[in-house]
């Protein structure tokens, strides 16, 4: 008997022993400059996988014995490695580009099978590589127009960086560089982004299946990432054009090992010269209008586990008209990391993070001459860890501090003029939210992501709070069906550090996918967010005269629920995909204006401004052609988004300013042989809402427009077609041409419907009519660029 015993023991610890686990963790970086890669499939025996991180570190854990390990990346030579595992092991891999880049995918999100397997869903990726062949408006590739092709984003208008992702208005959108929020995301009076793209790495765009890593926005996470800086060598580009050039410098920091430095360094510029030209101009001679930004990153190997990055932005606009108004905008951010391996499976990030937005405006009438200035600044701290548990399992835990600074405007007088100073009080929050996030392989066919994430939110003192009678700062008159102020009763002084009012709320999040086959898999999602911030605006796009305000007393914080399913299908051994989602995302406590709002200089802004709910549905569809000389895809959107708000609109569902119930964009990238390459964007887009009078009648001498509704209005469909050539250097050169012709049979695109007085000329004279008349404004008809680059 003890015999039996003996063998059974001894065939169980060998069969322990043979299901021993160890792992494989490491780093992958491209060969020619060093730069970590982040997002690369790491595909085990087929069937096992993970991805690396934002630092291109990656773990997974397998059993012991003999493993063929494959890394895939987009654009890169694929990889292929036999490993014999019998203890826990470091690799490290240098990824070649494809010489041959005819196969590049261009955008898709479900390129490629590893991407059809993983329960990321509503999750869009675009190269910079890709974004750099797309036709340019103004001769300056742009970061955010490029994702405005992509199903379920909407542009605000033409001419706007700003964007809208599901029904959600552009302030619902988490915009951030580095980790840094960026507050307001445009240049040149929106025409382009700050993003400069030579700086830019990768840029993902969550619209829904977003993780519990982020928080603060109820419709989508736009995640960009700089570049880290040539670790081999010294490296420079420079670009010239017409509206605007840019330069690059970038190289190793110290000496590390024979191949790479211990660090490296990157520095990014631009500025617009249309200042220059505009005095030879006689309609601009009393203009300025100009842009320029700043990219820095730095990074530095404290050692081999254990990694310092450092990054930044600064940009600022300055638009004024001699004599008449100035404008002058900008954002600052920096980003200190550390970043280290703790061990084989325990990969540990710390960010500190400022980000500041500030606007002033000059009002120069003569007479009356005033300085409008306001700001925000944010400090965060993010604490991250990720557990890589097992083959398929990784958990992913933080916390994010943020703390708030809004200085919502301070008007001083300019020239000695009579203007009353005034100094509205600053506001303050801090904001904790603590998350964890799962992955977790249930079968081969069953994966899931889910995470929690508990956000709590502090308005801060210092700040003097009004009491109103009724105990709200507006009451709805049913009888008149409008709104009317109360006055304020009393005011409560809050000291420095008080909590003036809290909000404590669960944000679960949860994504699972069914692999139906190999090439095909479903998905479903579900996210409720909740958002602390409010713009209040009563403009379709951000402007420097917004306020953003934080919630409090008498402003709830949004929050929305959103359910998605989605199809993907690969196609012809990955030459195609498709995709088509669905998705309904229900809306609480938006904001939008009460009629005959005053937003302007206004400090009780809870005094012209209602809550209520919202709602947005639609579905998605997108065929990606991967491979060829000709790339590219095809995306529609059929969708609305709706309001419905106590004294707007009679109480009734009213279109949000973002309605669109169709677009369209079609993408096509050919390469016709090594030094030419061609693009081309159509766009079309029905009408978004807007809101005409009905009638007019006379007050007090004066003609007042009178309305009725909200929203109830269309403007003309949109649509244009960009075209591009790129005249790619011979060997031996760097120089790169690119030609593009924006908006190609001139469509006059409304930006918006004025109504005015028809004036009919008699004699040489104007004589009013007494009639009112249309009016369309559009910002550009065709517009030809070209821009020169090269690298040194």
């Known amino acids: 008997m003890k015999k039996i015993v003996f063998c059974i023991l001894s065939m169980t610890t060998f069969v322990l022993s043979a299901q021993q686990e160890h792992t494989i963790s490491g780093y992958v970086k491209e060969s020619s400059n060093g730069e970590a890669l982040f997002g690369v499939n790491i595909i085990v025996d087929g069937d096992k996988g993970t991805t690396t991180n934002d630092y291109g570190f990656f773990s997974i854990s397998l059993i012991e014995g003999t493993h063929n390990v494959v890394v895939s990346y987009l654009g890169f030579e694929t990889m292929q490695q036999e490993v014999v595992l019998d203890a826990d092991k470091k690799l490290s891999f240098q ?29 869009a990726t675009l190269k910079t590589a890709t974004i750099k062949k797309l036709p340019t408006g103004l001769g300056e590739v742009d970061v955010l127009k490029s994702i405005q092709l992509l199903p379920g984003v909407s542009s605000v208008s033409e001419g706007s960086s700003g964007f809208n992702v599901r029904g959600g208005s552009s302030d619902q959108n988490l915009v951030l560089l580095d980790d840094a929020t960026i507050f307001n995301a445009s240049h040149l009076l929106g025409f382009f982004s700050v993003f400069n793209a030579d700086a830019v790495k990768d840029v993902k765009l969550y619209k829904g299946g977003i993780p519990a890593t982020f928080g603060g926005r109820l419709s989508s996470v736009l995640d960009i990432k700089q570049r880290e800086g040539n670790l081999k060598e010294f490296e420079g580009e420079l670009g010239i054009g017409l509206i605007s050039s840019r330069a690059l410098i970038q190289g190793p920091i110290g000496k590390g090992n024979k191949e790479e430095g211990k660090g490296s360094y990157l520095l990014a510029g631009r500025r617009s010269y ?71 499976k325990l990969f540990f990030q710390s960010s500190l993070i400022y980000s500041d937005y500030n606007y002033e405006v000059d009002v120069l009438t003569s007479g009356s001459e005033f300085r409008w200035a306001s700001s925000i600044v944010n400090w965060n701290l993010k604490p991250r860890l990720n ?92 009888t008149l069906d409008l709104f009317y102020e109360n006055a304020v009763a009393s005011e409560t002084n809050y000291a420095k550090g008080d909590i003036i009012e809290s909000f404590n709320n669960f944000e679960p999040r949860a994504s699972a996918r069914f692999l139906w086959n190999e090439n095909t898999s479903l998905k479903a999602s579900y996210n409720r967010n909740y958002q602390y911030l409010h713009l209040i605006s009563n403009s379709t796009s951000a402007t420097p005269l917004d306020i953003w305000a934080p919630s409090g007393p008498y402003l709830k914080p949004q929050y929305s629920d959103q359910f998605a399913l989605g199809y993907f299908r690969t196609l012809k051994d990955n030459n195609y995909d498709f995709s088509v989602e669905a998705y309904y995302k229900d809306l ?14 206004q400090e009780q802004i809870e005094t012209q401004v209602v809550q209520g709910d919202g709602r947005a549905y639609g579905m998605e569809f997108q065929l990606n052609k991967n491979s060829g000389k000709l790339t590219g895809w095809l995306s529609y959107t059929l969708a609305r988004t709706e309001r419905k708000i106590q004294g707007i609109n009679n109480n009734k569902f009213y279109p949000a300013n973002n309605d669109q119930l169709h677009e369209v964009s079609l993408v096509g990238l050919y390469k016709l042989n090594d030094r030419w390459d061609f693009g081309a964007n159509f766009v079309y887009g029905s009408g978004k809402p807007v809101t005409y009078p009905t009638g007019k009648f006379e007050q007090n001498g004066l003609i007042v427009a009178d309305y009725e509704g909200r929203n109830g209005n269309r403007l003309p469909a949109f649509h244009r077609l960009d075209l591009s050539a790129t005249l790619n250097p011979k060997e031996g050169r760097n120089g790169t041409w690119i030609f593009s012709l924006a908006n190609v049979y001139n469509r006059q695109n409304a930006a918006t419907i004025f109504f005015r007085e028809r004036v009919d000329e008699i004699n040489n004279i104007d004589i009013p009519t007494g009639q009112t008349e249309a009016s369309k404004f559009s910002f550009l008809g065709i517009v030809p660029s070209v821009t020169y680059q090269f690298k040194f």
């Not at 964890?436 to 066919?445: G, H, N």
């Not at 609480?588 to 200089?601: C, K, M, P, R």
């Open 387 to 478: 557990w890589y548990i097992s083959s398929g399992n990784t958990l992913k835990a933080g916390v994010d501090f943020t703390y708030y600074n809004f200085n919502p405007g301070e008007i001083s007088s300019i020239n000695n003029s009579t203007t009353t100073p005034q100094e509205f009080q600053e506001k303050y929050a801090l904001e904790t939210a603590p998350y964890v996030d799962f992955e977790q392989k249930i079968s081969d066919k069953l994966s899931l992501q889910y995470g929690l994430r508990w956000s709590y939110f502090q308005r801060l003192g210092n700040e003097t709070v009004p009491t109103y009678l009724n105990g709200a700062p507006l009451t709805f008159n049913t």
């Open 274 to 344: 249309i200042d220059v030209f505009a005095p030879l101009i006689d309609d601009f001679k009393d203009t300025k209008l100009f842009f320029y930004d700043l990219n820095l990153k730095v990074n530095y190997n404290l050692n081999e586990n254990n990694r310092l990055y450092l990054s930044g932005y600064f940009g600022q606009d300055q638009f004024a008209i001699k004599n008449i108004f100035g404008n002058t905008y900008g954002n600052g951010s920096a980003t200190l990391r550390y970043t280290s391996v703790l061990n084989d």
């Open 95 to 123: 990824m070649v580009e494809e010489s041959n880049t005819l196969d590049e995918v261009v955008v898709t999100t479900s390129k490629t099978t590893r991407d059809i397997k993983s329960t990321e869903m509503s999750v």
């Open 588 to 601: 609480s406590d938006v904001t939008d204006f009460v009629d005959g709002a005053d937003l302007l200089f």
